[in-house]
């Protein structure tokens, strides 16, 4: 478990950030209330971080910082829906999905003018998982039904998607967290996905098309 | 932080006014004005709340500008964009403002966030205290952490945060006139803390386990266990600490 954490004073050696910059992040919500972990040391209380989490977070901020203001970047690692909603055309054009990935979920959605943040989401996951080849067609049919149907219960939370298989049967799951789920021996994990990072990697890719 | 009732549709909105002893449900208004003694039974919305004398409000309060003279209580959270009190304000919930005035004493079951906070008097927070400027003159008891890119505390009775972390930290003691033969209780502050990490920090009369910072200055009347700096350490000969490092 130690090695999975990091200390705060190891972490401002590593990254070259100054305690001003960490708590300036954290007042901006750049990084999540829960990764300050509290245990005591011979010195009284130290604070922890996640090692690769807080890591990866904070070479995202410094390399994004100058092209960003700290709200927006604050805006990128939110779990909460972007307010954008696009066209199908310009989802294309922006290279956010692909045409395939779009026609798959129009064909189990119906034809829609607009789509929303989830909505656009969700086709994201669904391109991201068919490319990986982690997700058959018909897995992708439940991914689409089950997010469309459920996703709002998870919106503003760091939910998980994961599906797990055994002799052949898939299921597929939202959940709050996957941190405490045991299975029989013949389940397999097949995916277990972080809806936070997804949203993160869309937001920042929708934002780039802003720019252009 | 975004306020809804812009000035088009707040021609609408009706003005409440209860002056002697009064009260309300709550609702959306305009502007609310008391004077005199009143309880809202419900959550209020408004660009304006003016209160001299004493308001309790049931609910959550959310106003573009709070004005108080008096006494001033909100049961469930308190949202405001420029909040000025002169008296007390007591808030049970989450407190947040872009920026808010005090002179008296404000205490929060939550946490306060705030653009600019500026005090004199007492605070007592429960949860967490953000700004990005926050100075005070007097006292606080934070329970959990201060955060502020700016934090300047001008010590004037005994204060108390678990941690404070933030830009540029400064803590003075007050220049008290001595009374000859009388003795003032209180008047001599000092604050505790557990650890107190920031880039700039400038201490007096401060006790603390560590203190972490890139320019640390350690002046009289302070006990630090354990100091680890940077750049820069300066010591007063009045400050006793443990041990100190350069990291």
């Given at each position: 478990?130690?090695?999975?954490?990091?200390?705060?004073?190891?972490?401002?050696e590593?990254t070259?950030i100054?305690?001003?910059?960490?708590?300036?992040?954290?007042?901006k919500?750049?990084?999540?209330?829960?990764?300050?972990?509290?245990?005591?040391?011979?010195?009284?209380?130290?604070?922890?971080?996640?090692?690769?989490?807080?890591?990866?977070?904070?070479?995202?901020?410094?390399?994004?910082?100058?092209d960003?203001?700290?709200?927006?970047l604050?805006?990128?690692?939110?779990p909460?829906?972007g307010?954008?909603?696009?066209?199908?055309?310009?989802?294309?054009?922006?290279?956010?999905?692909?045409?395939?990935?779009?026609?798959?979920y129009?064909?189990?959605?119906?034809?829609?003018?607009?789509?929303?943040f989830?909505?656009?989401?969700?086709i994201?996951?669904?391109?991201?998982?068919?490319?990986s080849?982690?997700?058959?067609?018909?897995?992708g049919?439940?991914?689409?039904r089950?997010?469309?149907e459920?996703?709002?219960?998870?919106?503003?939370?760091?939910?998980?998607l994961v599906?797990?298989?055994?002799?052949?049967?898939s299921?597929?799951?939202?959940?709050?967290?996957?941190?405490?789920?045991?299975f029989?021996?013949?389940?397999?994990w097949?995916?277990?996905?972080?809806?936070?990072?997804?949203?993160?990697?869309l937001?920042?890719?929708?934002?780039?098309?802003?720019?252009? | 932080m975004?306020?809804s009732?812009?000035?088009s549709?707040?021609?609408?909105?009706?003005?409440?006014?209860?002056?002697?002893?009064g009260?309300?449900?709550?609702?959306?208004?305009?502007?609310v004005?008391?004077?005199?003694?009143?309880?809202?039974?419900?959550?209020?919305e408004?660009?304006?709340?003016?209160c001299?004398?004493?308001?309790?409000?049931?609910?959550a309060?959310?106003?573009g500008?709070?004005?108080c003279?008096?006494?001033?209580?909100?049961?469930?959270?308190?949202?405001?964009?420029?909040?000025s009190?002169?008296?007390?304000?007591?808030?049970?919930?989450?407190l947040?403002?872009?920026?808010?005035?005090?002179?008296?004493?404000?205490?929060?079951?939550?946490?306060?966030?705030?653009?600019?906070?500026?005090g004199?008097?007492?605070l007592?927070i429960?949860?967490?205290?953000?700004?990005e400027?926050?100075?005070?003159?007097?006292?606080?008891?934070?329970?959990?952490?201060?955060?502020g890119?700016?934090?300047?505390?001008?010590?004037?009775g005994?204060?108390?945060?678990?941690e404070?972390?933030?830009?540029?930290?400064?803590?003075t003691k007050?220049?008290?006139?001595?009374?000859i033969?009388?003795?003032?209780p209180?008047?001599?502050?000092a604050?505790?803390?557990?650890?107190?990490?920031g880039?700039?920090?400038h201490l007096e009369?401060?006790?603390?386990a560590?203190?972490?910072?890139?320019?640390?200055?350690?002046?009289?009347?302070?006990?630090?266990?354990f100091?680890?700096?940077?750049?820069?350490?300066?010591?007063?000969?009045?400050?006793?600490?443990?041990?100190?490092?350069?990291?």
């Amino acid at each position: 478990m130690d090695d999975d954490l990091i200390s705060k004073k190891e972490l401002l050696e590593i990254t070259g950030i100054s305690y001003g910059q960490l708590y300036r992040w954290k007042r901006k919500s750049l990084i999540p209330e829960d990764w300050f972990i509290r245990k005591s040391s011979y010195t009284g209380q130290e604070t922890f971080f996640p090692r690769h989490k807080i890591l990866a977070r904070v070479d995202k901020i410094i390399n994004m910082k100058d092209d960003l203001s700290l709200d927006e970047l604050a805006d990128v690692f939110s779990p909460n829906a972007g307010e954008t909603s696009l066209r199908s055309i310009e989802l294309i054009e922006c290279n956010i999905v692909s045409s395939l990935t779009l026609d798959l979920y129009v064909e189990i959605q119906g034809q829609q003018d607009d789509f929303t943040f989830d909505n656009i989401l969700c086709i994201y996951i669904l391109e991201k998982l068919l490319k990986s080849g982690e997700l058959s067609r018909d897995e992708g049919l439940m991914l689409v039904r089950t997010m469309e149907e459920h996703y709002g219960k998870l919106a503003g939370k760091n939910g998980e998607l994961v599906l797990i298989r055994k002799m052949g049967v898939s299921v597929l799951f939202l959940t709050e967290s996957a941190d405490q789920m045991y299975f029989d021996k013949g389940v397999k994990w097949v995916i277990r996905l972080p809806l936070a990072s997804s949203i993160e990697e869309l937001k920042l890719k929708m934002n780039e098309r802003e720019e252009e | 932080m975004k306020m809804s009732g812009s000035r088009s549709d707040s021609t609408q909105l009706k003005d409440l006014r209860i002056t002697g002893n009064g009260s309300s449900g709550g609702g959306q208004y305009d502007k609310v004005k008391i004077m005199g003694d009143s309880i809202i039974h419900g959550d209020v919305e408004c660009t304006l709340f003016k209160c001299t004398g004493t308001a309790s409000v049931e609910g959550a309060l959310k106003s573009g500008s709070i004005g108080c003279q008096g006494n001033m209580k909100v049961h469930q959270g308190l949202q405001g964009e420029e909040i000025s009190i002169q008296g007390e304000l007591d808030v049970i919930g989450d407190l947040s403002a872009q920026t808010l005035k005090v002179n008296g004493e404000i205490r929060v079951e939550g946490n306060l966030n705030v653009e600019k906070l500026k005090g004199q008097g007492a605070l007592y927070i429960s949860g967490d205290c953000q700004g990005e400027e926050v100075i005070i003159r007097g006292s606080l008891d934070i329970a959990n952490m201060l955060n502020g890119e700016v934090i300047e505390i001008k010590l004037y009775g005994p204060s108390r945060a678990r941690e404070i972390g933030g830009g540029k930290i400064t803590i003075t003691k007050a220049i008290t006139i001595p009374f000859i033969g009388k003795y003032s209780p209180g008047a001599y502050g000092a604050m505790q803390a557990d650890s107190i990490e920031g880039d700039e920090i400038h201490l007096e009369n401060t006790k603390a386990a560590v203190v972490r910072g890139r320019n640390v200055t350690i002046g009289s009347g302070c006990e630090i266990g354990f100091v680890e700096y940077k750049n820069e350490y300066k010591q007063d000969h009045g400050a006793i600490v443990g041990q100190y490092n350069r990291i």
